[in-house]
Nanobody
Framework: QVQLVESGGGLVQAGGSLRLSCAAS????????MGWFRQAPGKEREFVAA???????RYSDSVKGRFTISRENARNTVFLRMNSLKPEDTAVYFC??????????????????WGQGTQVTVSS
């Protein structure tokens, strides 16, 4: 069973930065997509960013230009650098893994494994 463990959430003022990390353990292979979703209170879980094994990335329009996703395949770890944070970025951020080879999907139902979530709060 694949396990995903996130870290790096917290409280930050608007305009600040945070970096989230997610480490995958268990029977993983090097070929998969890892990404981030978020869910604010009363809202549906939404796609934030994801990266495939070869470094291809996809971002939601709401974070493009502010967030950067990266990964270290050797450590089965994905990172999300979040700059210029806004109060509307406040949410629980979830790491997710899809066993797809290369296609980056934005629908949560397509992802096979999930982390427990980490809270990001941006104050105005």
């Amino acid at each position: 069973q694949v396990q995903l463990v996130e870290s790096g959430g917290g409280l930050v003022q608007a305009g600040g930065s945070l970096r989230l990390s997610c480490a995958a353990s268990g029977p993983t292979s090097s070929i998969y997509v890892m990404g981030w979703f978020r869910q604010a209170p009363g809202k549906e879980r939404e796609f934030v960013a994801a990266m495939n094994w070869s470094g291809g990335a996809r971002y939601s329009d709401s974070v493009k230009g502010r967030f950067t996703i990266s990964r270290e395949n050797a450590r089965n770890t994905v990172f999300l650098r979040m700059n210029s944070l806004k109060p509307e970025d406040t949410a629980v951020y979830f790491c997710a893994l899809d066993r797809s080879i290369a296609t980056i999907l934005t629908t949560s139902g397509e992802y096979d494994y999930w982390g427990q979530g980490t809270q990001v709060t941006v104050s105005s």
